[in-house]
């Protein structure tokens, strides 16, 4: 009954993580009611560490749990698709105690969403890579994989899936009035203002297609002078030069080296792994110091056409409230500078102490490492 085994596996990796994410949660529960700067703070770890249980246990279940002598290929996908299922649905649990609004429904489809666009085009290079090293032929499939993938991602392509699927629809008419004057004022051109479900408070512009989206948290949470400043900053990016919208499309196919694996592995054995790691590095770095000017480019642009840098401050302190992000972070990780310092820069002088630096991970991402490694052993043993 080898799908009964596959339930039993889904709900333990499910039932595992989920008491390492409520565990971890310790300390942010006892900050209940301190400013938001603290409590996001403390979430932050618990977040990253969620991330790595919701791999590490679904893992380490696996390989304790999954017969592998007479096993099937379907067998082998299926018990471990049910197996990271339990481990992302587990992250549900980190998720509601920062947010309690939020619906599961729209919780799994933004998540799926952000693992397609994340790390799809990575991992379907890497599979393109890794099987080529074996065989050439057998690594065709996952090639078409991966440029189909990269395509999609790159292109913009996944706005007009969220679309088709509903997950965002046109925007109100008092939002679009609030784009369209401000586009005529950076005298930029935009065909598409979209609205997304609640599901985070952010906004995004993709220049290929002159399209500006807005989640319906981000305008309920801002007051219409701020929601101008985040709209502006948007259509900045809309007003960016042709070469740039190229450069970040070619920058962000930083993980097509590793489909040449195999092949550089053939031609120079180690020193072609290392090659092919190095020019994802480089490609990468260069990657985010392109964006992080252009950000920069933009935030100067969205200060000229709203006439005030303390508005867009206090916007962006609104969303980083709303979505429980930490007032300073590790600046190496990112393309802003930290909350605090962009207020600070822009005048304002904040309602709180500058927070600490939050730590890495919450226990969850130790412990989960710690599961991993002694399923390792366990199964070490076996043999
Ligand atoms: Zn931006």
């Known amino acids: 009954m080898w799908w009964l085994d596959t339930v039993a596996m889904f709900a333990i990796a499910l039932g595992v993580t989920a008491v390492l994410n409520w565990a971890a949660l310790r300390p942010f529960r006892r900050v209940a009611a301190a400013h938001w700067s603290e409590r996001a703070r403390l979430l932050w770890p618990v977040r990253r560490g969620a991330a790595i249980a919701g791999v590490a246990v679904p893992l380490a279940v696996w390989r304790v749990m999954f017969r592998t002598g007479h096993a ?8 471990l698709l049910a197996v990271f299922a339990g481990g992302l649905l587990a992250g549900f649990v980190v998720h509601h105690a920062a947010f309690p609004q939020r619906r599961l429904r729209e919780w799994i489809s933004l998540m799926l969403c952000l693992i397609v ?64 004057e401000l586009a005529e004022r950076l005298g930029v051109s935009v065909k598409h203002v979209w609205e997304t479900a609640p599901v985070a408070a952010n906004a995004v512009a993709s220049p290929l297609w002159r399209a500006v989206v807005v989640s319906r948290e981000t305008i309920e949470v801002l007051a219409p002078e701020e929601l101008r400043s985040i709209l502006a ?63 920069h480019r933009v935030d100067a642009v969205a200060r000229e056409a709203v006439g005030s840098g303390e508005v867009a401050a206090r916007a962006l302190e609104k969303l980083h409230a709303a979505g429980s992000i930490p007032a300073t972070l590790p600046t190496a990780q990112m ?11 822009a005048g304002v002088t904040p309602d709180f102490e500058r927070p600490a630096v939050p730590k890495r991970w919450g226990v969850n991402g130790w412990a989960s490492l710690a599961v991993w490694v002694a399923a390792n052993l366990m199964n070490f043993r076996h043999h």
């Open 233 to 295: 900053h948007e259509l900045g990016h809309l007003g960016e030069p042709r070469r740039v919208t190229v450069l970040r499309a070619l920058g962000g196919c930083w993980s097509a080296p590793l489909g040449a694996l195999g092949w550089a592995v053939h031609g120079w054995g180690f020193a072609g792994v290392a090659l092919v790691l190095a020019t994802m590095v480089i490609w990468l770095r260069w990657t985010l110091r392109l964006s992080r000017s252009e950000e």
């Open 72 to 79: 099937t290929v379907m067998e082998v996908v299926v018990s």
């Open 335 to 345: 393309t802003h500078p930290s909350l605090f310092d962009r207020m600070l820069a």
């Open 117 to 180: 666009l994340r790390y799809g085009p990575f991992f379907a290079w890497l599979f393109t890579g890794i099987s080529s090293a074996f065989d050439m032929a057998a690594a065709r499939p996952w090639l078409g994989v991966a440029i189909f993938m990269q395509l999609f991602v790159s292109s913009g392509a996944w706005l007009w899936l969220l679309r088709g699927l509903g997950l965002m629809h046109r925007g109100a008419p008092e939002l679009e009035a609030m784009v369209r």
